[in-house]
């Protein structure tokens, strides 16, 4: 019985979780592209060459340091939440979530050998990796269903409107 009122909220933390996993995916090119398109590349090997003279527990200070700046930009979406300055407010939070997975993506290139000499640090990317892959596994079935919906293939109710629409857009495109 719980374990039946648990699943949606597995399922949204399984779909939380891979939107986070999507966007660091998709923002380290981005990021990747700033980089080579600004004079950032002599700044990557700068830090680079800093990073490799340090300690692993010094390279994990300077993997969690860009996430401070950050902070206050999270602040500001809240109060412009709370002033009900809606449109601000999930701008001003989307840039954050998107600078901030973008910069960490970054910073964890330039610090990924570093941070893996720290066998705590290697298990616990291990198990973050592992839940990514039980995430996708969770969310398939849906996604495979919503994509059947979406495309029209199926028996079920849904399917058969969505060929009804299509049906009807195609005749009043004939029509035209």
Do not use: C
């Not at 699943?7 to 660091?24: G, K, M, N, S, T």
């Not at 997975?101 to 973050?128: I, Q, S």
């Not at 996708?136 to 919503?146: M, Q, S, T, Y």
């Amino acid at each position: 019985m719980l374990r039946r009122l648990l699943q949606p909220v597995w399922v949204l933390l399984a779909i939380i979780f891979l939107i986070e996993a999507w966007l660091w995916d998709h923002l380290e090119p981005i990021v990747a592209r700033v980089v080579a398109a600004i004079p950032l590349a002599r700044f990557k090997q700068w830090l680079t060459e800093r990073v490799d003279a340090l300690s692993p527990a010094m390279t994990l200070i300077v993997f969690a340091v860009p996430i401070i700046p950050l902070f206050p930009l999270k602040l500001v979406g809240l109060w412009l939440l709370a002033h009900e300055y809606w449109t601000s407010a999930v701008f001003t939070i989307l840039f954050a979530k998107m600078l901030g997975v973008g910069v960490t993506a970054f910073v964890f290139d330039v610090t990924r050998d570093k941070l893996m000499e720290m066998p705590w640090f290697e298990r616990l990317y291990d198990l973050v990796m592992k839940l990514r892959a039980k995430a996708a596994e969770l969310v398939d079935p849906i996604k495979r269903r919503i994509k059947e919906i979406i495309s029209g293939n199926g028996e079920g109710w849904s399917s058969r409107t969505l060929r009804l629409i299509q049906r009807f857009r195609k005749s009043v495109h004939e029509a035209r």
